[in-house]
Nanobody, 125 residues
Framework: QLQVVESGGGLVQAGGSLRLSCAAS????????IGWFRQAPGKEREGVSC????????KYADSVKGRFTISRDNAKNKVYLQMNSLKPEDTAVYYC??????????????????WGQGTQVTVST
């Protein structure tokens, strides 16, 4: 069974940057779309970004467009989320998730079958 593990979270000042990594336990190339989701205290989980199995298609939440960039290195079974110009409202636990889906990706959490444990991102003022 596919497993994914997030890393790279931490504490950063507003305006700073972080890069999150999602490492998969087995090959995700060609077959698995990867999504990043986040959940802040007292709020519902929301889709942040996703990338298709080969990387040709990406999506972003409006709140992060122009600031976050998703990418993948299929040779390493890794997906990255580069987060720039961070804001206090980006504070949340960030989750990586995978779904067997070829050619596109979706930002609907219910579609994803495999989830990591999450990594905390805290943006201070």
């Amino acid at each position: 069974q596919l497993q994914v593990v997030e890393s790279g979270g931490g504490l950063v000042q507003a305006g700073g940057s972080l890069r999150l990594s999602c490492a998969a336990s087995s090959m995700i190339r060609n077959y698995y779309a990867i999504g990043w989701f986040r959940q802040a205290p007292g709020k519902e989980r929301e889709g942040v970004s996703c990338i298709s199995s080969i990387g040709g298609s990406t999506k972003y939440a409006d709140s992060v467009k122009g600031r976050f960039t998703i990418s993948r290195d299929n040779a390493k079974n890794k997906v990255y989320l580069q987060m720039n110009s961070l804001k206090p409202e980006d504070t949340a636990v960030y989750y990586c998730a995978a779904v067997r889906l070829i050619g596109l990706c979706v930002l609907a959490a219910d579609e994803y079958a495999y989830w990591g444990q999450g990594t905390q991102v805290t943006v201070s003022t």
